[in-house]
């Protein structure tokens, strides 16, 4: 199977930068994109950015000139760089990733989410 876990959250206050980590490790043949996914309580999941594999990059108006996706293909890693926090930013930040296993299949994986706040 394929394992995402996410790293580097925090509390930051308005205007500050974070920066978030994506490792994937497991039965991965390629990975086709990797995403980052904010999720503020009682929202549903959003697409903040993403990334394929030959560095195409896509970006949430909300986020853009702040966010910057990045991925290194041979440690399997997705970070983003966030920058200019508002509180609106203050969400479970989830990554995901569209992986073809060793095994052929495809499939989307999961994992378990980070904490952002933006406070004072």
């Known amino acids: 199977q394929v394992q995402l876990v996410e790293s580097g959250g925090g509390l930051v206050p308005p205007g500050g930068s974070l920066r978030l980590s994506c490792a994937a490790s497991?039965?991965?043949?390629?990975?086709?994109?990797m995403r980052w996914h904010p999720q503020a309580p009682g929202e549903q999941r959003k697409l903040d950015a993403s990334?394929?594999?030959?560095?195409?990059?896509n970006y949430a108006d909300s986020v853009k000139g702040r966010f910057t996706i990045s991925r290194d293909n041979a440690k399997k890693t997705v970070d983003l760089q966030m920058s200019s926090l508002q509180p609106e930013d203050t969400a479970v930040y989830y990554c995901?990733?569209?992986?073809?296993?060793?095994?052929?299949?495809?499939?989307?994986?999961w994992g378990q989410g980070t904490q952002v706040t933006v406070s004072s």
């Open positions: 990334i394929s594999s030959n560095g195409g990059t």
């Open positions: 995901s990733s569209f992986v073809q296993t060793t095994t052929g299949n495809v499939n989307t994986y």
């Open positions: 497991g039965s991965i043949a390629f990975i086709v994109n």
